[in-house]
Every structure is written in C-alpha cells, then in structure tokens.
C-alpha cells in the first residue's frame, strides 16, 4: 500500500525560507519520479515541482523558479522542496505524490488513481 506523508510547512515571513519533507511508503524513489503539488483555496491542486527517478526533466511552475529546489533522498525514500525568498502567493497547502507523466513543461499527477493524497502540510507566508 502505498502512503504519502508530508510535514514541515508553517509560518514564515516573506523573504523567509522552509524545506517540506515527504515520506514515502510503497513506492522506491529511485525507481518512481515523484513531485510537490499546491492547493490554493476553491482552486485545484496543479505541479509545483516534479522530479524524475533518473536523468530525465526537472519540472518547476514558473513562479517558483528560482527560488524553490526540489531533492529526494532514495536511501530514506524522502522527497523535499527547498523554499527560499518566499512570498504571500506561495501560501497553500502542500502535497507531494507519485508522478504519472513528468515532461519538459509539463507535470502530471499519478494521485488518487496510483495512491491516496496525503494529509498535506500547510505553508503560510506572512507579509
């Protein structure tokens, strides 16, 4: 079975940075491309970042290059986001999952087909 948890969002100030973590259970990170993905509020979740298990593309939304890195950890079987000079419009909720297609440009999800979505972590960021 597969489980997703993530943890590590909070408060910070705008400038401000957080790493979010993700656990992973039932997947094998150096086997599976992973990726972060937000919810804002009364919109639906989309990509932040997306990585792939081996060589392939790097994915980030254009409002966060730059400033946020994705890493994974295979032997942990960990996934991270490095969120440096953050700012009000990054406040949401976070959460990481399985990737389903992961392009230049382009990330697709493999949640709630592959796996359930975790519980999320929130990030708030105070102006």
């Known amino acids: 079975r597969v489980q997703v948890v993530e943890s590590g969002g909070g408060l910070a100030q705008t400038g401000g940075s957080l790493t979010i973590s993700c656990k992973v259970y039932?997947?094998?990170?150096?086997?599976?491309?992973m990726g972060w993905f937000r919810q804002f509020p009364e919109r639906e979740r989309e990509a932040v970042s997306c990585?792939?298990?081996?060589?392939?593309?790097?994915y980030y939304v254009d409002d966060v290059k730059g400033r946020f890195t994705i890493s994974r950890d295979n032997a942990e079987n960990t996934l991270y986001l490095q969120m440096n000079n953050l700012n009000p419009e990054d406040t949401a909720m976070y959460y990481c999952a399985a990737v389903r297609r992961l392009a230049h440009g382009y990330c697709a999800s493999a949640a709630p087909s592959r796996h359930s979505w975790g519980q999320g972590t929130q990030v708030t960021v105070s102006s």
């Open positions: 039932g997947l094998n990170l150096a086997t599976d491309s």
């Open positions: 990585i792939s298990a081996g060589s392939g593309p790097t």
